[in-house]
């Protein structure tokens, strides 16, 4: 069974060459029904980033306090 996120940056950020900003909004997909999609290294999330805005989430240092999260389903 799995949830559905919708994941928005918080705030811009700039680091190592890399921008993340608040537009950059991705709807995720979790393989378990979990109430946070952090909850396996972001794996999903990495993941979204990537193939959507080519954006390397681990290269820019992100972490569970840099987005906003709302559940969909």
Do not use: W
Not at 29 to 57: C, S, V, W
């Amino acid at each position: 069974m799995s949830k559905v996120f919708k994941v928005t940056p918080k705030r811009i950020k700039r680091t190592n060459g890399t921008v993340l900003t608040p537009q950059m909004t991705v709807t995720v997909t979790t393989l378990q029904h979990t109430h946070d999609p952090f909850y396996n290294g972001a794996k999903e999330i990495k993941e979204a980033y990537m193939r959507i805005y080519a954006f390397d989430y681990q290269k820019a240092c992100c972490n569970k306090n840099d987005f906003q999260v709302e559940v969909l389903g």
